[in-house]
């Protein structure tokens, strides 16, 4: 049945977020960093300052209960479209803060909708911190009479990459992922995975995200992860764990492209963008 557009502005209670050097380390092992990445995977290394990826800020705090304002979703028609984060301020590797999440867009694409959520996190002293924004595509759920949104197009630049980066995941790669909050069983359950039209459980498009975001803070942003202010893609196909991912980079003073693709050349993330800081 169609979604109900009225609960668009809907938001979330405030939620409170804690987060360690241990949930970064974490949360860094799970989108494939390790031993050449002590700065984002260990805490104890004599001579390196723990860091938070930049990426990571979209497992804190997000709320997906606020969907409920537009109406029942089918979360196996689920699907996540596009995702976004924006650093306002790079957040420490251990603190403390508060995170709401709202119902920010919806558009009727015919026989889906599109939802789009955006979380902002903020500090215990009130700094806003990070926005994430992600787009949910819900299959059998427009038809309403809204409007379709607007579109886009994932043009790429016309020339080959500066780099590619090449990443392996391992066979565990979800079940490491899903420690960090996300425990969708699409990425863990065979048989809920078969349900939803797969052959086994596929990685999470936040995980693929990751590995994407290291690759940009490490080939574009000089591995600083101060100088990532943005990044953003559109998912376009799942990946399954133990593929290999090839990130394609093309490279500007103060902005990246980017596009993930798998081994057989199946792009899986495409449209990517990054916007770095100067320092």
């Known amino acids: 049945m169609p979604l109900d557009p009225s609960g668009v502005g809907a938001t979330s209670p405030p939620r409170n977020v804690a987060w360690s050097p241990r949930d970064c380390a974490l949360y860094a092992l799970g989108v494939g960093a390790g031993t050449d990445e002590l700065a984002f995977t260990t805490d104890n290394t004599r001579g390196v300052e723990p860091r938070m990826l930049p990426t990571m800020p979209v497992v804190l705090g997000v709320d997906m209960s606020v969907l409920k304002a537009a109406g029942t979703v089918d979360w196996v028609k689920l699907v996540h479209a596009e995702q976004s984060i924006e650093i306002l301020s790079p957040p420490p590797v251990e603190g403390r803060g508060s995170a709401q999440t709202r119902l920010a867009e919806m558009w009727d694409k015919g026989s889906a909708a599109l939802l ?15 926005r994430s924004r992600a787009s949910l595509f819900v299959k059998g759920a427009g038809g309403w009479g809204g409007d379709r949104g607007p579109s886009r197009t994932d043009e790429e630049p016309g020339c080959a990459p500066d780099i590619t980066v090449t990443y392996a995941t391992r ?9 960090s909050g996300d425990r969708n069983p699409l990425h863990s359950d065979p048989a809920y995975a078969r349900r939803a039209g797969f052959e086994k459980p596929i990685l999470h498009g936040l995980c693929t995200y990751g590995f994407a975001g290291r690759a940009v803070l490490h080939a574009a942003a000089d591995g600083d992860p101060d100088r990532v202010s943005t990044i953003s893609a559109r998912f376009a196909a799942p990946v ?24 057989d050349g199946t792009s899986v993330l495409t449209g990517g963008r990054a916007e770095l800081r100067r320092v």
């Open 240 to 263: 399954y764990p133990g593929q290999t991912l090839l990130v394609d980079l093309w490279r500007r003073k103060d902005t990246a492209a980017f596009r993930v693709r798998t081994e």
């Open 171 to 179: 066979e565990d790669q979800a079940l490491l992922y899903r420690l």
């Open 116 to 130: 789009v959520v955006e979380t902002l996190l903020t500090s215990e002293g009130g700094d806003a911190l990070s």
